[in-house]
């Protein structure tokens, strides 16, 4: 399905309710299937974590989780401590191309039985759950800090607890900070000292009855976006945000007054508003917060801006190639892109392209980083269902705060 999307004037003040962080939401759906005594409230709605629901629910032997990153790296582990469990884990074509080795062998040390079933490193892998005994492992950290959070995920349930020495720079930190705090709010006992973690063996769960998880700071990027590329005074309210976020995405509060948008916490919303300002470059360090990447690039050529966009080194073993698939789609709308394995540079545009049709390559944040760009020009977005892996409602939103869209 394709859609265009209309230039439009967004809604002077305008309010939408944003589902839940489909990270909080895959490891704390994980650590009730550990524990399964807690409620939990505002669960994403995304395919993801219906995804992960579906996989930690069904007794198949086979479990397919399409293009679900977090759910193929968290449901290793999980599968390969349940005991006398035979699972094979597989996922979409790109997910056979997303590395796993390292989560993997750091499994294997531990005394794990997984196998490879078609290309090693690579899903689709072969699981056979069973009880680990030892409780020392190192890992590299600079790949993807998701295959540390599954690791983390299933420590309180071995029989010693676990120490992990990470190698390298450490990547995507908060994203481990998030798994460590989730541990800590349900009484698991954890520290992070250097490059050393370790986690207290926990039987029982202790507190408390219900969880309520935060909306999704990634998907509210979209709309600091449309009030970056607004006319001065636009305010979009969003809900349900914490000032204290385990997001590390929520550094979008900051990055973006240099587009001149405040953000003001009221109760659990938050209200964007965008003000004047006159930012002609941006220099940015992404490696804490990858997935706002895309969103923060297309603002910038929105607004006519030159930008150079570090710390990406992730961005390649994404949904798709990140680095890539911004470079072809910016410079079918007239941009000019240079990308390393690592970085981006963003020359200054003074003119963009009408209808171009921005291809989106399995990938929900490349229809959600480019719709923004409505606000300067008509646009096409391909295969716009692709949202549905984190955001599902994310057109309707966006019809909800003025923007026109055609089938
Ligand atoms: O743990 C998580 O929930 C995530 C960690 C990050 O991945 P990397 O650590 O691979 O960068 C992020 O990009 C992904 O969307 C979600
Ligand atoms: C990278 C992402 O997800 P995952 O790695 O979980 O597929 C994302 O949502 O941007």
């Not at 970085?343 to 963009?352: D, V, Y």
Request: net charge negative; glycine share 4%; aromatic share 6%.
């Amino acid at each position: 399905m394709q859609i265009t999307l209309q230039k439009s004037d967004v809604v002077k003040q305008s309010s939408v309710q944003i589902t839940g962080s489909k990270s909080e939401s895959n490891r704390l759906l994980l650590l009730k299937a550990l524990y399964p005594v807690f409620n939990l409230e505002n669960v994403s709605n995304s395919d993801d974590s219906n995804l992960m629901t579906n996989a930690l629910a069904t007794n198949s032997e086979v479990i397919d989780i399409h293009h679900a990153g977090t759910a193929m790296r968290f449901l290793t582990a999980f599968f390969a401590i349940q005991e006398g469990r035979d699972v094979t884990l597989t996922g979409s074509k790109r997910m056979k191309e997303r590395p796993i080795k390292i989560l993997v062998e750091a499994l294997q040390d531990l005394g794990a039985d997984i196998r490879y079933a078609e290309n090693e490193g690579y899903p689709p892998i072969k699981i056979k759950g069973k009880k680990l005994i030892k409780n020392k492992v190192s890992l590299a950290a600079n790949v993807s800090s998701q295959y540390i959070s599954a690791l983390l995920l299933i420590a309180s349930k071995l029989e010693n607890g676990i120490e992990i020495t990470l190698e390298g720079e450490i990547t995507s930190v908060p994203y481990i900070k998030m798994t460590l705090s989730l541990l800590d709010e349900i009484g698991v006992e954890t520290s992070f000292e250097r490059n050393v973690i370790r986690v207290q063996p926990s039987a029982n769960y202790h507190q408390p009855a219900t969880l309520t998880v935060e909306s999704d700071w990634s998907s509210a990027s979209y709309y600091f976006s449309i009030a970056a590329l607004s006319e001065v005074g636009t305010e979009i309210t969003l809900s349900s945000y914490k000032e204290n976020s385990l997001q590390g995405d929520s550094v979008l509060v900051e990055i973006y007054k240099q587009f001149g948008v405040s953000s003001s916490f009221n109760g659990n919303s938050i209200t964007l508003k965008k003000e004047a300002t006159v930012l002609e470059h941006l220099n940015l360090d992404l490696k804490n917060a990858p997935d706002i990447a895309q969103t923060i690039a297309v603002t910038c050529f929105a607004l006519g801006m030159s930008c150079d966009l570090v710390g990406l080194h992730t961005l390649k073993i994404k949904e798709t190639d990140r680095l890539v698939a911004l470079k072809t789609e910016i410079e079918k709308l007239g941009g000019e892109v240079e990308i390393t394995d690592k970085s981006l540079h963003l020359k200054a545009a003074n003119n963009i392209k009408e209808l171009v049709s921005i291809g989106t390559y399995n990938d929900h944040r490349m229809a959600m980083a480019f719709a923004p760009l409505a606000l300067r020009v008509p646009i096409i977005i391909e295969d716009a269902i692709v949202v549905s892996k984190s955001y599902p409602t994310f057109w309707d939103d966006l019809k909800s705060i003025g923007f026109k869209i055609t089938k």
